[in-house]
C-alpha cells in the first residue's frame, strides 16, 4: 500500500467562501528531476496575502528570478508542466501545484535550485506531507474564485478535455490504453480526498517508450526523461506493470493529479466541472488558456 499522508480536520479543511492561506511554516524537499535526471531541492515558504503562488529560480552567483504559477508563463516542454520568465526555466511543477491547490494553499514561494523540481517517487505524497508538516494559516483577505459560466472545450483528435459550470471543482477523466482497459474516475477534489486518492497515483509510461527517449536525450544531451525509472514512475510492459499498481485505477487518478496541478495556473480557486478523455499536459494548457482568453466563460466571485 502507497504511504498517504491523512488531513487533520478542521486545520486543512478548505471550504467554499474562505479567507486566504498560506503555509504555517516552511518546509524542504530534495530529489532527481524527472527530465533532468538532476538533484534538485526545493523550500517551500509561506508568503503574503494575495502574493499567490511563486517559484524562484536561486543561482550559485546569489541572483534569482521569480516566475508566478500564472498560465501566461507556462511554457511548452515534453511530459510536464514548465513555467518561464525573464529566459529563466523551471519544469515539472505540477505536482506542487496540485498539492498546494487542493490543500487550500493560496500563497507560497517554492525557492529551487535547479532548473527542475524533483519528482520523488512520480507521486504528489511527499509534496502532501510537507504541506501537512507545516500546517496551514488562514489570512484576512478572502478568496476570490473563478465560477464557470458556461462550457470551455479543447480538441485534439482522440483528446478531448472541457470544463463547464458546476459547484466546486469535480472531474470526470477516462483514459484507455492498449492491453490493459479503459479506466474511469470521477469525484470532487478537496483535501482529504485529494491526499489520500489521488496524490498518491504515479506518473506513468510505456517502458520501451521511456527508455527510448531516455536513449535520445542522453544522445542529444536534452533534459528528457533522464531521471525516469521504476523508482520514479509506472511503467507498463505489455499488459502488465512493472511492480504493480498502487490502487486499480492509479493511472486514470494521475491523470487528474495533472489536471488538478495545471488549472492551478489559472491563478484562482476553480469552481466547474472537468470531463477529460485521454488528456494529457498540452490540452490542460490549452484549455486553460482557451478559458482565461474568454472572459464572458468566467466570472470571479
Same mark, same amino acid.
Given at each position: 500500500?502507497?504511504?498517504?499522508?491523512?488531513?487533520?480536520?478542521?486545520?486543512?479543511?478548505?471550504?467554499?467562501?474562505?479567507?486566504?492561506?498560506?503555509?504555517?511554516?516552511?518546509?524542504?524537499?530534495?530529489?532527481?528531476?524527472?527530465?533532468?535526471?538532476?538533484?534538485?531541492?526545493?523550500?517551500?515558504?509561506?508568503?503574503?496575502?494575495?502574493?499567490?503562488?511563486?517559484?524562484?529560480?536561486r543561482f550559485?552567483?546569489g541572483s534569482?528570478?521569480?516566475?508566478?504559477?500564472?498560465?501566461?508563463?507556462?511554457?511548452?516542454?515534453?511530459?510536464?508542466?514548465?513555467?518561464?520568465?525573464?529566459?529563466?526555466?523551471?519544469?515539472?511543477?505540477?505536482?506542487?501545484?496540485?498539492?498546494?491547490?487542493?490543500?487550500?494553499?493560496?500563497?507560497?514561494?517554492?525557492?529551487?535550485?535547479?532548473?527542475?523540481?524533483?519528482?520523488?517517487? =512520480? +507521486? *504528489?505524497?511527499?509534496?502532501?506531507?510537507?504541506? %501537512?508538516?507545516? #500546517?496551514?494559516?488562514?489570512?484576512?483577505?478572502? @478568496? &476570490?474564485?473563478?465560477?464557470?459560466?458556461?462550457?470551455?472545450?479543447?480538441?485534439?483528435?482522440?483528446?478531448?478535455?472541457?470544463?463547464?459550470?458546476?459547484?466546486?471543482?469535480?472531474?470526470?477523466?477516462?483514459?484507455?490504453?492498449?492491453?490493459?482497459?479503459?479506466?474511469?474516475?470521477?469525484?470532487?477534489?478537496?483535501?482529504?480526498?485529494?491526499?489520500?486518492?489521488?496524490?498518491?497515483?504515479?506518473?506513468?509510461?510505456?517502458?520501451?517508450?521511456?527508455?527510448?527517449?531516455?536513449?535520445?536525450?542522453?544522445?542529444?544531451?536534452?533534459?528528457?526523461?533522464?531521471?525516469?525509472?521504476? =523508482? +520514479? *514512475?509506472?511503467?507498463?510492459?505489455?499488459?502488465? %506493470?512493472?511492480? #504493480?499498481?498502487?490502487?486499480?485505477?492509479?493511472? @486514470? &487518478?494521475?491523470?487528474?493529479?495533472?489536471?488538478?496541478?495545471?488549472?492551478?495556473?489559472?491563478?484562482?480557486?476553480?469552481?466547474?466541472?472537468?470531463?477529460?478523455?485521454?488528456?494529457?499536459?498540452?490540452?490542460?494548457?490549452a484549455l486553460?488558456?482557451?478559458?482565461?482568453?474568454?472572459?464572458?466563460?468566467?466570472?470571479?466571485?
Open positions: 500500500m502507497p504511504h498517504v499522508c491523512h488531513l487533520s480536520p478542521p486545520s486543512l479543511a478548505v471550504a467554499t467562501g474562505r479567507h486566504q492561506a498560506t503555509l504555517g511554516g516552511a518546509f524542504e524537499r530534495s530529489g532527481r528531476g524527472l527530465h533532468t535526471g538532476k538533484r534538485a531541492t526545493v523550500r517551500v515558504s509561506p508568503a503574503p496575502p494575495d502574493h499567490g503562488i511563486v517559484f524562484r529560480r550559485r552567483n534569482s528570478v521569480d516566475i508566478p504559477a500564472q498560465w501566461h508563463h507556462q511554457h511548452r516542454q515534453p511530459a510536464c508542466t514548465a513555467l518561464r520568465a525573464e529566459g529563466v526555466l523551471v519544469r515539472t511543477v505540477e505536482h506542487l501545484l496540485a498539492s498546494l491547490y487542493a490543500l487550500g494553499i493560496d500563497n507560497a514561494v517554492a525557492e529551487i535550485d535547479a532548473e527542475e523540481l524533483p519528482i520523488f517517487d =512520480g +507521486s *504528489a505524497v511527499p509534496w502532501c506531507e510537507g504541506i %501537512v508538516g507545516v #500546517g496551514r494559516n488562514v489570512q484576512e483577505r478572502p @478568496v &476570490r474564485t473563478l465560477r464557470v459560466m458556461r462550457p470551455v472545450s479543447v480538441v485534439d483528435r482522440h483528446r478531448r478535455l472541457s470544463i463547464g459550470p458546476g459547484r466546486g471543482l469535480t472531474v470526470s477523466a477516462h483514459i484507455a490504453l492498449a492491453h490493459l482497459g479503459p479506466f474511469d474516475w470521477h469525484g470532487r477534489i478537496d483535501a482529504d480526498d485529494f491526499a489520500e486518492s489521488i496524490a498518491p497515483a504515479r506518473s506513468f509510461g510505456r517502458f520501451i517508450r521511456v527508455m527510448a527517449g531516455r536513449s535520445y536525450g542522453f544522445i542529444t544531451r536534452r533534459p528528457l526523461l533522464q531521471g525516469c525509472g521504476t =523508482g +520514479s *514512475a509506472a511503467l507498463l510492459l505489455g499488459k502488465r %506493470v512493472i511492480g #504493480g499498481l498502487r490502487m486499480s485505477d492509479e493511472l @486514470v &487518478r494521475h491523470r487528474v493529479l495533472d489536471i488538478v496541478g495545471d488549472l492551478a495556473l489559472a491563478g484562482y480557486p476553480v469552481e466547474g466541472h472537468v470531463i477529460a478523455e485521454h488528456t494529457c499536459h498540452d490540452l490542460n494548457h486553460v488558456a482557451v478559458l482565461m482568453r474568454d472572459r464572458e466563460a468566467w466570472e470571479l466571485v
